[in-house]
């Protein structure tokens, strides 16, 4: 047991460590690729370090010096119906934590307007976070540890990842989401679409600028604020408390076809 929780540790330290060298690499290309433009930098920087972080993980585990599993790939990824009700539960769930914000530091990134931003910001940051987290870190857990555990660690680490004390909580929660649509469709592409459907969503709030004015003043009324809040936060504790459920239940699939399989090969 204690060897197993000395893997997994590592495993998550060996990610960690190098998540934040790609960020010291992605900020140190950033002039380099800037060519005038600070935004296209950004984005050219970024996807670089992270098509990076990707290689080297799938060399590790093609080189044996890291087992993982393989990135789900399924066109039931592309359920509207899944997609619809994640929609819904992350507005519901930044409706609730909402209130929060003003207990943290402000988030202290900053994000032009630019089409460069809006295609980062997006479209690349979901596909190469969601196929890093919910695939390969994902998939490094989950040859040392159960998918509960797999998912709940990866989804800590995805909130943390974020560096931010304001995103921090609501990078967790979220990243429970997109785990579960992984798990439930099989597929990364649900997460994918999910991740994009929410950076669009807070993008458009902040050009809009939605993002910092309070639900109560937009609905200019207290009794629809509570009704909403309420509304709000009854489904997404309903929501998590399902998706946990199904996680569980997914966890003792999976183990049963495992000591079956075990069985059978004895």
């Given at each position: ?155 800590l680490m995805f909130g ?44 458009a709030l902040k050009v ?59």
């Amino acid at each position: 047991m204690m060897k197993v929780v000395v893997d997994i540790v590592a495993r998550l330290g060996l990610f960690a460590i190098l998540f934040l060298l790609m960020q010291v690499i992605a900020a140190w290309l950033m002039p380099l690729l800037s060519f005038g433009d600070a935004d296209l930098g950004r984005i050219l920087a970024y996807t670089l370090s992270m098509l990076l972080m990707i290689v080297i993980l799938r060399l590790c585990n093609r080189e044996s010096l890291l087992s993982a599993e393989p990135i789900m790939q399924s066109r039931r990824g592309f359920n509207p119906l899944l997609i619809l009700y994640g929609v819904v539960v992350m507005i519901a769930l930044s409706i609730v934590l909402a209130p929060l914000g003003s207990y943290l530091p402000e988030d202290s990134r900053a994000f032009s307007d630019s089409l460069w931003t809006l295609v980062l910001v997006v479209i690349v940051a979901p596909i190469l976070e969601e196929i890093l987290f919910r695939g390969r870190l994902y998939g490094l857990l989950k040859t040392k540890a159960s998918p509960l555990v797999s998912v709940l660690l990866s989804s800590l680490m995805f909130g943390l990842m974020h560096l931010q004390p304001a995103v921090m909580f609501e990078g967790l929660l979220m990243g429970l989401l997109f785990s579960y649509a992984y798990l439930r469709s099989r597929s990364i592409f649900a997460p994918i679409m999910l991740h994009m459907c929410n950076n669009a969503l807070a993008y458009a709030l902040k050009v809009l600028s939605y993002g910092e004015r309070p639900l109560l003043e937009l609905v200019d009324s207290r009794q629809y604020y509570l009704a909403i809040y309420i509304a709000s936060a009854s489904l997404v504790v309903i929501s998590f408390a399902l998706m946990i459920r199904f996680i569980v239940r997914y966890n003792r699939r999976g183990a049963r076809a495992a000591k079956n399989e075990t069985t059978a090969q004895s």
